[in-house]
């Protein structure tokens, strides 16, 4: 069964460097996701990306996070300025159109 | 899209008996989703039951729907091991999930 999948599993940075965050959803989706877990806490989701654009996004994904679709493959979250706060596991996730989501595994970002 | 509410928030059994999770929602929905995560990994997603539809099987599982409620209960028949996991529903829509905190399922070998 087709998968997404997201690299790399662990990344550790150090406070304010920029980290991008690596997922290939399944190749006939359309739809993308990015979600974000604290340690202990809700799910939260982050930001949904379609045709290109920004579908819609949260209040937690403000000027410092930007995603980006390079290529036809790739779905990438950028955090430009990396806080202590960011660090939590990041879930991508796609679907093809009003579907029921896809997760990855999962990005456990930690900022030192 | 509509966070769901779970109950109980953790649920401890024996392997081969049955669970039953709930969750209460809040305004009206077009279909409401149940998804599983297992300890640091990724959501799967479970079944989707839509507004009307009353109750739905997929393999152990069981989902039902009361909209006059607002209420739905996943319930895993035969449990095993593997079925140890968060159980999380979510209503309303496709496009934006909202979590709430779960129901813990712990199933004892």
């Known amino acids: 069964e087709p998968e997404v999948t997201q690299t790399p599993s662990h990344q550790v940075t150090q406070m304010g460097q920029e980290v991008i965050l690596r997922c290939v959803p399944i190749s006939n989706h359309l739809y993308f996701y990015w979600y974000r877990q604290i340690l202990g806490q809700k799910v939260e989701f982050l930001v949904s990306f379609y045709n290109n654009e920004i579908s819609e996004k949260s209040e937690i994904f403000d000027d410092q996070f930007s995603v980006e679709r390079p290529d036809g493959s790739n779905f990438t979250l950028k955090i430009r300025s990396t806080k202590l706060e960011d660090s939590a596991m990041y879930f991508c996730?796609?679907?093809?159109?009003?579907?029921?989501?896809?997760f990855g595994d999962g990005t456990r970002l930690s900022i030192l | 899209s509509q966070q769901g509410e779970e109950d109980p928030q953790a649920l401890s059994i024996q392997e081969g008996e049955n669970a039953t999770m709930n969750c209460s929602y809040k305004?009206?929905?077009?279909?409401l989703q149940w998804y599983r995560q297992n300890s640091g990994r990724g959501l799967v997603h479970l079944i989707l039951?839509?507004?009307?539809?009353r109750e739905k099987h997929s393999g152990r599982l069981r989902v039902t729907l009361d909209t006059s409620k607002k209420s739905s209960s996943l319930l895993i028949t035969a449990s095993r091991a593997a079925d140890t996991a968060s159980y999380f529903c979510c209503g309303g829509s496709n496009y934006k999930l909202t979590f709430g905190k779960g129901t813990l399922l712990t199933v004892n070998p």
């Open positions: 996730a796609s679907s093809g159109g009003n579907q029921p989501q896809h």
């Open positions: 039951i839509r507004s009307n539809e």
């Open positions: 305004t009206s929905i077009n279909n």
